[in-house]
């Protein structure tokens, strides 16, 4: 199966078991998207206590911060903007 996306999802829990059913239950009943598949992967994963934590929460800010750029950017080309009128 192809991924079609992946999230960076900040959450609050009692225990690692605890954040996974957040998110199982967040994706099961948002109507903003829909999955057939959620994978929440341990490796990928950590407490806000843990050194990896401050690196990779910098790294998914930067990297949305260029998709909304590149999102602004697109809306400003000419070609697009002739298209909406």
């Given at each position: 199966?192809?991924?079609?996306?992946?999230?960076?999802?900040?959450?609050?829990?009692?225990?690692?078991?605890?954040?996974?059913?957040q998110v199982r239950a967040y994706f099961k009943t948002t109507s903003l998207v829909l999955?057939?598949?959620?994978?929440?992967?341990?490796?990928?994963?950590?407490?806000?206590?843990?050194?990896?934590?401050?690196?990779?929460?910098?790294?998914?800010?930067?990297?949305?911060?260029?998709?909304?750029?590149?999102?602004?950017?697109?809306?400003?080309?000419?070609?697009?903007?002739?298209?909406?009128?």
């Amino acid at each position: 199966m192809k991924k079609i996306a992946e999230h960076a999802i900040l959450l609050s829990g009692e225990s690692y078991e605890s954040c996974c059913e957040q998110v199982r239950a967040y994706f099961k009943t948002t109507s903003l998207v829909l999955y057939h598949v959620v994978e929440i992967r341990k490796d990928r994963s950590c407490p806000a206590t843990d050194f990896p934590f401050s690196a990779t929460l910098e790294r998914v800010q930067d990297k949305n911060r260029k998709r909304i750029k590149d999102l602004i950017n697109d809306l400003k080309n000419p070609v697009l903007q002739q298209l909406t009128i």
